[in-house]
């Protein structure tokens, strides 16, 4: 089988080069769409075909996505989490180099000055007094945020000889074990602040973490500190650093929001929004997008769907697959079982998963999917979507 797959951006070709070109026809103009490849192009207004069984986004963020409306249809949304982790992270790490070194005003001092030869050494040995740094080994960062970013930065400030605190009370089991073993646990952001000549920032934005980084916090550090947001500009409370920044608790905050407020602040190095910015992470994205994408249309396995449960199992030869999307609600599986069992199948193998409102069941039974089937479970009440997986 040939699957349609519809790209509303231009996505990377590392990425479209994962779906085999015997198997898939790609392009912006495809009728009939299995799935819809997307990165920034608005959908919400979008008539979204019939025929589309998945949409893949190729980044992080689904708000270009009416992800509710597809759930309701037994849509899954695919997303590429933390294939942008390593960009954030190094652009993290130069931060740490940047905020060390006062590198930000050292440049602007070179292109102040306008001597030549002796008099420009004289005038770069006078001046270079006021940049002295400092280096990272012995001091201690604090991360808050242990997901895909946070496990990547705090591994490697552990690696450059910096003593990690970490805190993050809903890590999961696969960020835990990818947590470097010399990265401490902090009991609470109390204590992190307390203990960290820096604290860097890695948890979405929500009302929780709104103006986390905030006075009370700041006021918890040593002297001098920093403080590094590459997260989202509202985690920070822009007018407590900047108090802090006159003041001298803070020595300097690192961020990728600049602001009307924060520009131009003395002790602030502001980028633009660069944190995913390289062709690496693009690429990163769109491969992991096509394989996850792939997977589902050729298997109905589930990883990284933002609406839909994590549900992968192993294909075996000689079975057929159904895969079913469903509300979750009481019955779902007894009544599919009951349409197998009048159909005279045998379940080799099943597995039902939920996230929210909805469910997702793929069903392996041993021979073929007969003639009907699909459709008889489909008009199961609840049953938001059914296909045979060939
Ligand atoms: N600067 C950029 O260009 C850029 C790029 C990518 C991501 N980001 C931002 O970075 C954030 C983190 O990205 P990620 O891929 O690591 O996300 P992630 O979902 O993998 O990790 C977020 C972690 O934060 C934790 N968390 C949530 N609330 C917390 C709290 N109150 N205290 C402590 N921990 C808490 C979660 O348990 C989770 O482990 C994103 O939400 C996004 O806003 C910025």
């Not at 740490?96 to 070179?110: S, Y």
């Not at 690429?283 to 050729?298: G, I, K, Q, W």
Request: charged share 20%; with cysteine.
């Amino acid at each position: 089988m040939r699957f349609r797959i519809q790209t509303l951006n231009s996505i990377s070709p590392k990425g479209l080069d994962r779906l085999p070109k015997d198997r898939y026809e790609i392009g912006n103009e495809i009728g009939r769409p299995d799935a819809i490849l997307v990165r920034s192009a608005d959908m919400l207004d979008m008539q979204i075909p019939a025929s589309v069984l998945a949409v893949g986004r190729a980044g992080a963020g689904t708000n270009n996505i009416p992800v509710s409306l597809l759930s309701q249809r037994g849509v899954p949304v695919f997303n590429a989490p933390g294939a942008n982790a390593n960009a954030v992270k190094e652009l993290v790490l130069a931060g740490l180099f940047l905020g060390a070194r006062h590198i930000g005003p050292a440049l602007d001092f070179v292109r102040t000055l306008e001597a030549a030869g002796d008099a420009l050494d004289e005038a770069v040995e006078a001046g270079k007094k006021r940049f002295v740094g400092h280096e990272l080994p012995g001091r201690t960062l604090g991360v808050v945020g242990l997901g895909a970013i946070g496990v990547e930065v705090a591994n490697a400030a552990h690696l450059l000889g910096m003593h990690v605190l970490g805190y993050d009370p809903q890590i999961t089991v696969q960020r835990a074990w990818q947590l470097s073993s010399g990265v401490e646990q902090a009991l609470s952001l109390e204590d992190l602040f307390a203990r960290s000549h820096a604290v860097t920032v890695h948890v979405p934005l929500t009302q929780a973490t709104q103006a986390l980084v905030n006075a009370k916090r700041i006021a918890l550090m040593p002297e001098g500190g920093t403080v590094l947001n590459f997260a989202r500009a509202a985690i920070v409370d822009e007018a407590a650093v900047l108090a802090a920044l006159r003041t001298g608790r803070l020595a300097a905050y690192v961020c990728d929001f600049p602001s009307a407020a924060t520009r131009g602040a003395a002790g602030v190095i502001a980028l633009p929004h660069l944190g995913a910015s390289t062709s690496e992470a693009e690429e990163n994205s769109a491969a992991m997008v096509a394989d996850t994408l792939r997977d589902f249309l050729e298997n109905g396995n589930i990883r990284h769907s933002v609406n839909f449960p994590e549900a992968a199992l192993p294909r075996v030869p000689s079975t057929a697959r159904i895969a079913i999307a469903n509300s979750n609600v009481p019955n779902m599986v007894g009544q599919i079982s009951t349409r197998l069992a009048e159909a005279g199948l045998n379940i080799s193998d099943l597995l039902n998963k939920s996230k929210g409102e909805v469910a997702y069941t793929l069903i392996d039974i041993d021979g073929k999917v007969p003639a009907g089937l699909v459709e008889r479970i489909g008009a199961i009440q609840g049953v938001l979507s059914a296909r045979a997986v060939q």
